[in-house]
């Protein structure tokens, strides 16, 4: 039989009385899934800083439209099937992630030229590039950075392949690449 709490009791002092000899459990078992994104971080430049050597990606050409929805795609001569499908489907780790939100496209390209330079991807793993789908701007109106994000991957050397993202990941407004290992990272 339990003993009833005099009436002039509180219920929050009976709770504390209760967990009394309650001892903390450690932190430190928790796993975390994914880490967190690093926010974009953007160099001091002036116009005339960028060089050749820096500057890989051209502007020039025709850039193809693609709209909010559009899946975009792209793989290298060499890479294989499986591993591309794995891509596609979101099975491969995210090692690390960059947002190119809120960015210019002079500010993004310099951004996406550092992370991919700096990215070091384990084997069996992707980075993730998350580039918007301009969803706040007028209806019909084409998202320009997805445009150049396409275009930018399909030419950078590191990049073998990239594929649009799985919905939790960000859908048609990020994708994933696999990047060849730099030569440095060895």
């Known amino acids: 039989m339990t003993k009833k709490a005099p009436d002039n009791v509180s219920d929050e002092s009976l709770f504390l009385k209760a967990v009394s000899d309650v001892e903390r459990l450690d932190t430190s078992n928790k796993v975390e899934l994914r880490p967190t994104p690093v926010p974009a971080k953007l160099r001091a430049s002036t116009d005339d800083e960028i060089t050749p050597a820096d500057d890989m990606l051209s502007d020039s050409g025709e850039i193809e439209k693609v709209m909010a929805q559009t899946i975009l795609s792209h793989c290298r001569s060499g890479i294989q099937n499986r591993l591309f499908k794995r891509l596609r489907q979101g099975k491969l780790q995210i090692t690390e992630e960059v947002d190119l939100h809120g960015l210019s496209l002079k500010q993004a390209k310099q951004v996406l030229l550092d992370f991919i330079q700096l990215a ?67």
């Open 120 to 186: 070091y991807p384990m084997e069996g793993c992707c980075v993730c590039i998350v580039h918007g789908k301009n969803n706040r701007s007028q209806a019909g109106q084409a998202p320009i950075m997805k445009q150049y994000v396409n275009y930018w991957l399909q030419q950078h050397p590191r990049v073998l392949a990239f594929h649009s993202a799985q919905p939790r990941d960000g859908g048609t407004g990020s994708v994933y690449a696999i990047l060849k290992r730099s030569a440095y990272s060895d």
